[in-house]
């Protein structure tokens, strides 16, 4: 290997990366964001050579005296954004929030309600990831497939069937605020914790929509940071004023040392700056998101697309689905709108079931529109979208060079 090829190849690709999809490309990705020009400048600092184990100012190292001060700032900004009394900013991803949480408030052979797969679930949710980490057996939510959401009479009967430790809502497909508040009560008789996975939804929960979980009786909320949250890559958790403090106590230590040691000291300056942009224009941007998800839904369907929940007016979220079998499949079209610089994913449909055959090509595709609306595309740029997906998906143009030239108008990042 001739290693000095080896890294200005590295860099060269880098480059290329970064012109492409900051450039070149329309993110529609459900799952992804960009950071401001000053959250950027944040992330490159001495921080990122540092090291932390514990709890700000019960540090387990030295010369962390600073860093304490800007996590516990940090801590405050996002309590105060999210209205909530206890915070931990450790976790490194969504899905290790999600496994503190389990480890924290459950005992292996202990009963979850989640979305299934399928329905929307992330797969941190189920046993064929974290819950079979932490010995729990998980049941799905029973679902109506016409509201597209979460069947709470059948829950109801669930709950008192299977007596489940955690009810866990919160989704990866994620159309419609679930019915927290009207099924908090009964999962609370039966001595259930109600957690909420926000990871899709928590930047429009931090401009007041979609849904505010622990005010309708969440005691504990997960999530990731860089989705809807326009933040850094990683995890946080919540706890609402229903939750105890033996029950927070007991995730903390299992945050650390079961799941984290140093817990990425230069995220936290661009976690904190998120959150203060978040609490300047998060009402505007999640107004604006919304909005343009409803457009692009709008404008698909008039295409000819089979979007989801035409009834209900197809999304109160980010997120637009689209089931896509008749046009070869979600891996099809996803792979065919990347050749065209368009870059979304697969995805299964609610109801859909899991073979062989659909694994790698399930009926669906997922849309996001949160990274496009924050690089200031509103109702106009979402009827152009559709149109250039109805080009390359229908009538098989390619429409790459279009992508690229439109795209040119939208590299700026607004609410910041």
Same mark, same amino acid.
């Given at each position: ?94 899905? !290790?929030?999600?496994?503190?949480? %389990? ?5 292996? +052979?202990?009963?979850?309600? *989640? /979305? =299934? ?86 930047? !429009?929960?931090?401009?007041?929509? %979609? ?5 309708? +009786?969440?005691?504990?909320? *997960? /999530? =990731? ?192």
């Amino acid at each position: 290997m001739d290693e000095t090829k080896t890294i200005n190849k590295i860099n060269e690709l880098l480059e290329e990366h970064n012109v492409w999809r900051k450039k070149e490309c329309l993110n529609l990705i459900a799952s992804e964001n960009v950071t401001s020009p000053e959250a950027d400048r944040l992330s490159v600092s001495d921080l990122s050579h540092r090291y932390a184990e514990g709890k700000p100012f019960h540090r387990h190292y030295q010369g962390l005296g600073f860093v304490d001060e800007i996590e516990a700032l940090t801590q405050d900004l996002m309590k105060n954004l999210f209205r909530a009394k206890k915070v931990d900013l450790r976790v490194l991803s969504g899905t !290790l929030a999600n496994a503190a949480v %389990f480890k924290g408030i459950t005992n292996r +052979g202990d009963n979850i309600i *989640s /979305s =299934s797969i399928p329905n929307g679930g992330h797969v941190s949710h189920t046993q064929h990831g974290i819950c079979d980490v932490v010995g729990l057996t998980d049941y799905a939510f029973p679902f109506d497939y016409d509201e597209m959401n979460i069947d709470v009479d059948k829950t109801i009967k669930l709950i008192e069937e299977k007596n489940p430790k955690i009810l866990l809502f919160g989704a990866s497909l994620f159309l419609f605020p679930h019915p927290v508040e009207e099924l908090a009560d009964t999962a609370k008789s039966h001595d259930a914790y109600v957690m909420y996975d926000a990871a899709h939804v928590l930047g !429009l929960i931090a401009g007041g929509r %979609f849904q505010d979980p622990l005010k309708e +009786g969440a005691d504990v909320m *997960s /999530s =990731s940071t860089h989705k809807t949250f326009f933040g850094p890559q990683g995890g946080i958790i919540f706890g609402g004023d229903s939750l105890g403090d033996e029950e927070w106590k007991n995730i903390e230590n299992a945050i650390f040392p079961y799941f984290v040691c140093n817990h990425h000291l230069h995220r936290l300056p661009v976690l904190a700056q998120a959150a203060y942009e978040l609490s300047q224009y998060g009402s505007d941007y999640a107004d604006q998101t919304i909005k343009n998800a409803k457009t692009l839904a709008e404008e698909l369907h008039t295409f000819g697309f089979d979007c989801l929940a035409e009834h209900k007016g197809f999304t109160q979220s980010h997120q637009v689905v689209l089931n896509v079998e008749k046009n070869g499949g979600g891996k099809t079209v996803a792979e065919l709108l990347e050749k065209n610089n368009i870059i979304l994913n697969k995805n299964f449909l609610p109801g859909e079931k899991i073979t062989k055959e659909n694994m790698n090509n399930p009926a669906g595709i997922r849309i996001g529109v949160q990274e496009m609306t924050r690089c200031k595309m509103k109702a106009d740029e979402m009827k152009h979208i559709a149109e250039l997906i109805k080009k390359a998906v229908v009538d098989k143009k390619d429409v790459k060079a279009e992508v690229v030239e439109f795209r040119k108008n939208y590299t700026e990042v607004g609410f910041c």
